[in-house]
Nanobody
Framework: VQLQASGGGLVQAGGFLRLSCTMSGRTFVNYVLGWFRQAPGKEREYVAQIYWAASTHYADSVKGRFTISRDNAKNTVYLQMNSLKPEDTAVYYC??????????????WGQGTLVTVSS
């Protein structure tokens, strides 16, 4: 299974971006999808996740500003990011874990897409 992320770029504070991540090689609906990010000099952190039935969960730092969604027909998960702040600057990664897994660990990772928010 492979994940291909896209949609990063440079945006001013207060602006918006939408990230996309497409899965190939597996049955998309069987996977929980997540977004993570890693800022320069910091550890990777959790951003949001969406379950197979489309329930969602967010980190407190993005709640109310970011929206995760999925299109099972297109094998794609999205991250709509609004009201962006300079502290949102990071490489964003999509990840997947099988819904039947006994572990909450994400086992498949995309290559990352850079989001830069200027002040």
């Amino acid at each position: 299974v492979q994940l291909q992320a896209s949609g990063g770029g440079l945006v001013q504070a207060g602006g918006f971006l939408r990230l996309s991540c497409t899965m190939s090689g597996r049955t998309f609906v069987n996977y929980v999808l997540g977004w993570f990010r890693q800022a320069p000099g910091k550890e990777r952190e959790y951003v949001a996740q969406i379950y197979w039935a489309a329930s969602t969960h967010y980190a407190d730092s993005v709640k109310g500003r970011f929206t995760i969604s999925r299109d099972n027909a297109k094998n794609t998960v999205y991250l709509q990011m609004n009201s962006l702040k300079p502290e949102d600057t990071a490489v964003y990664y999509c990840a997947a874990r099988h819904r039947a897994s006994s572990s909450n660990e994400y086992t498949v990772w995309g290559q990352g897409t850079l989001v830069t928010v200027s002040s």
